[in-house]
């Protein structure tokens, strides 16, 4: 495979490739990118070693290389010392190894202690860039898992159960910032110790930045646990303590709300040395987020004031309107070349193989019929469609079996020479049609208890399934819409649904991992919001709170539907092509001024019922961002109980009180735990208890969380 390859050798490189995946080697050297292209798509799991052959000379190729999937790579026997030192400082930060063709070179290089000192703090960064994705594996399986049902977004598949408010694990939050914080302390150190005059000088923009990035995953962090190590976290190499104290989520607030101001003030400003401007260092095509735009980086940070500023509005609403003020003196994101998407190598397919997320659930039925009834396209992007198209109507249709009653409520046919013959879908149609969720109501699933959702959960096992024409075997097919997969797993392959027997339909294409963080949809839903708090007060944003809103949620729907083309998930880019009813997902303009002139987008009524107005599309919104729509539902008290609009459903109408967590578990140190006197101090100053009560969890809250309504109730207006 060491070789560059003819079209011609190719189906044999194919068939090698297969052969490696499944011996498994613990490597592959290779030099033709075409060969290696292969290699990342028919040997996914057997690393790649970039091969002399490739005369890999320069710290640009190498980096691509490594964006493109390479964990070795052979460098050419071309490169001196002193050129190999500065391409392994600069690649320290990551996870590849570099081997010199001169195997004395090599042996001096890594045998001198002094050499790989000094690392570029600009792959510093883009290592923590790197590391940046805080909607991880462990979040969604566990984290999100628990906060998209307690907000009933989705339900269980084999329905909701009694204990489903009792947290039994925990995912990443908590934890998420640490993952960039090594690398930012690193850079700063780097910058602060071993530069001066106006080659320090050069740096001051890209030390900025790391502020933001550290206070964005540390908010998600704060947001479930309150105290937190952050200020003495992560500084023992550079003197400091291997026991750092947690400082209090007030003492947080305060120190970001003075760092992002800063950061945005650096941004917005030359920097200069004795009157003379120093041009900054560029980051270029190392800047994975902006590449190197750092007039985009200032929209980001200040818009990040606002993510902070609506946390505060019940803790103290001057103090949060006050910031939106300083705010309004500096741009903030405005378009969708501003928002963060986020998207790490063209190899990286986000969640870790072997790692199922079965367990995601499907959409609520309440917010399903509720984008339905209101025709919002962004339904497609969350959810994905069901699995009856009309070959799987006529499947059920060949061998007399019904269908379920919600899918067949949808279906045109008739009878053909005493046969059922699917003809066609109601109206609205496709995409529409193939969209159902569950009920979200504890014990849905119990026949027993709910003989009228026997058909969304067929316990029996009978009601789904299908066997081929000659009764050979029997296929499944699920009649709701689930979570979708493809936007945050990309390692799955896609079934396309075909009729029992038939081949099947496939795409195995492995794409990359495409997120997104902030955005102008988010940033124009909070000034919405913070122009109703402010009940007439000025804010320094000019437009009205209609405005805002309608803007959020236009751009709301581009964002989305960029991500799923940059995702490529189900019937985005085309459908299976055996359905001639089949239509591809993809956003069409009428639909975007449907919803746009939607009287749910007008307001016109009381504060409250604007608001109301405004937070249910933040709820729709941060369906891909849990964390975030279930910190809005507490600071909201949105969706509220009695709403006419879009009420807060009773998950367990048998009980009286049914409480929902206000904030994670936290467990009793152990013994040995050398932070355990530090934590233990940390839960008994926020009032804490041990273990999983969602009572507990309800009433002992976090600092910013403590004047908030309770779930349900409606928003505070004082």
Known sequence: ?????????????????????????????????????????????????????????????????????????IMARELNKEQ?????????????????????????????????????????????????????????????????????TVASTGGNENLMTTMSNSGKM???????????????????????????????????????????????????????????????????????????????????????????????????IDGNKVTQQSLGSQDIIYQGDYTKWLKFANSLRLKLAVRLINEDKNRALN???????????????????????????????????DNRGAGSMQLINFMLEHFDPRIRVFFEKNDYNSIVVQAFYDKGQRLPSFVEENVISEEVNGKKVFKGWKAPGEPWVRYYGLPTEVEAGLADQHPEYVDYFDKAGKLWKVSDKDGNGETTYYPYSPLNQYMFDKKVIIDYPVAPGAPKVQITDLYAWYGLYLSTAEVNLYLAELKLLSQGQDIGFSGSAES??????????????KLAGLNHIPYYDNTFGQDKFDVTIKLQENEVTRLLNDPILTLDGSTTENLEKVYLQQYIHFIFFPADQYIMMRRSGCPMKESDLYPMLNLNPKVSNYPLPRRFQVTQPTVDDKMGDIKRKAYQDQGYSYGPEPTILNTERVWYDKKAPQFGEGPNLN
């Not at 400082?89 to 001096?108: M, N, Q, R, V």
């Not at 805002?548 to 709301?556: A, I, Q, R, W």
């Open 84 to 152: 190999l030192k500065y391409i392994m400082a600069s690649f320290l930060i990551g996870s590849c190894t570099f081997i010199s063709s001169c195997k004395d070179d090599f042996a001096d290089i890594n045998t001198n202690p002094t050499i790989v000192s000094k690392p570029d703090p600009r792959y510093l960064f883009t290592q923590a860039l790197a590391n940046f994705d805080g909607h991880d594996y462990f979040a969604w399986y566990y984290d999100y898992n628990n906060m998209l049902r307690w907000s009933q």
């Open 548 to 561: 805002y809103l309608k803007k959020g949620v236009e751009y709301s729907m581009r964002a989305y539907d």
């Open 1 to 73: 495979l060491n070789i560059y390859a003819w079209d011609e050798t190719y189906p044999e490189i194919i068939e090698m490739a297969k052969k490696l995946e499944e011996i498994k080697p613990d490597g592959i050297i290779a030099a033709d990118g075409g060969v290696i292209e292969t290699l990342k798509q028919y040997a996914p799991s057997v690393p790649i070693n970039v091969s002399t052959q490739a005369n890999l000379v320069s710290l640009h190729s190498c980096n691509f290389w490594y964006k493109n999937g390479a964990k070795r790579m």
């Open 323 to 357: 910031i939106v003020r300083d705010a309004a003196k500096y741009p903030i994101m405005d378009g969708l070349e501003d928002d963060f998407f986020y998207n790490k190598s063209a190899t990286d397919r986000h969640m870790p193989g072997g790692n199922s997320m």
């Open 174 to 272: 908590g934890s998420q910032v640490y993952n960039v914080m090594n690398q930012v302390n690193e850079l700063t150190y780097i910058v602060n110790t071993t530069l001066e005059g106006e080659e320090q000088a050069k740096y001051t923009y890209l030390k900025a930045l790391c502020q933001p990035l550290m206070i964005y995953l540390a908010m998600w962090d704060t947001d479930m646990y309150g105290s937190m190590a952050y200020t003495e976290a992560y500084q023992a190499r550079y003197g400091g303590t291997l026991t750092p104290k947690y400082d209090t989520q007030a003492e947080l607030f305060d120190l970001w709300e003075k760092q992002l101001k800063e950061t945005v003030e650096t941004l917005a400003n030359d920097v200069t």
